[in-house]
C-alpha cells in the first residue's frame, strides 16, 4: 500500500544512506535484530514450530 500512495504523491520521503558501506551495516543489524527476535520468541514459544505456525 505504501509503495503504491508513494507512485502517486508528489512529495516522497526516503531513508537512503550515500555510503554503500553504512547502508551495508544498516542493513546487516536489521536482520540481526530480527533474527533476534525470532529467536526470543522461539524461546518464550519453546520452539520454532510455534513461531512459524
Do not use: C, W, Y
Amino acid at each position: 500500500m505504501v509503495g503504491i500512495r508513494a507512485l502517486f504523491a508528489h512529495n516522497v520521503v526516503m531513508f537512503s544512506l550515500p555510503n554503500h558501506r553504512s547502508d551495508a551495516i544498516e542493513h546487516i543489524v536489521t536482520g540481526v535484530v530480527l533474527l533476534a527476535l525470532v529467536g526470543i520468541q522461539a524461546v518464550r514459544d519453546r520452539g520454532l514450530r510455534a513461531v512459524f505456525a
